[in-house]
């Protein structure tokens, strides 16, 4: 074929616009990789930063949960002490009720004995 020097210029003009649409295109192909790539750290950040939450939320369940079953067990601690101590209590009346009565008997005892002495006496 013959060599062709002169192209026309709308044909030249046609082929250094088509080559600058593809650098452009090329270029926001590269923006957009940049700004995947950004969006990647940052999704990879928030999820790291999530799990994290969520580990420290659960240790915070845990102490939650072991602190309502030491107050639970606290309760029950006391209120089996406060059974005792009733229990104690009212062993403590009967045997006062029990000695008050022995007395009240012995000393009943010894105002019969004084009046039958009285008695004899008189």
């Given at each position: 074929?013959?060599?062709?020097?002169?192209?026309?210029?709308?044909?030249?003009?046609?082929?250094?616009?088509?080559?600058?649409?593809?650098?452009?295109?090329?270029?926001?192909?590269?923006?957009?990789?940049?700004?995947?790539?950004?969006?990647?750290?940052?999704?990879?950040?928030?999820?790291?930063?999530?799990?994290?939450?969520?580990?420290?939320?659960?240790?915070?369940?845990?102490?939650?949960?072991?602190?309502?079953?030491?107050?639970?067990?606290?309760?029950?601690?006391?209120?089996?002490?406060?059974?005792?101590l009733q229990a104690m209590k009212r062993e403590q009346?009967a045997r006062q009720m029990k000695v008050h009565s022995?007395?009240?008997r012995d000393f009943m005892k010894r105002q019969q004995?004084?009046?039958?002495?009285?008695?004899?006496?008189?």
């Amino acid at each position: 074929y013959p060599v062709f020097n002169e192209y026309p210029e709308f044909v030249v003009n046609y082929q250094v616009s088509e080559r600058d649409k593809i650098r452009e295109e090329e270029q926001e192909i590269l923006r957009e990789k940049a700004l995947m790539s950004t969006m990647d750290r940052s999704l990879h950040q928030i999820t790291i930063k999530d799990e994290q939450w969520k580990r420290e939320e659960e240790k915070l369940l845990q102490a939650e949960t072991q602190r309502r079953a030491m107050l639970k067990e606290e309760l029950d601690n006391l209120r089996r002490q406060q059974q005792q101590l009733q229990a104690m209590k009212r062993e403590q009346q009967a045997r006062q009720m029990k000695v008050h009565s022995q007395s009240r008997r012995d000393f009943m005892k010894r105002q019969q004995r004084v009046r039958t002495l009285e008695r004899k006496r008189i």
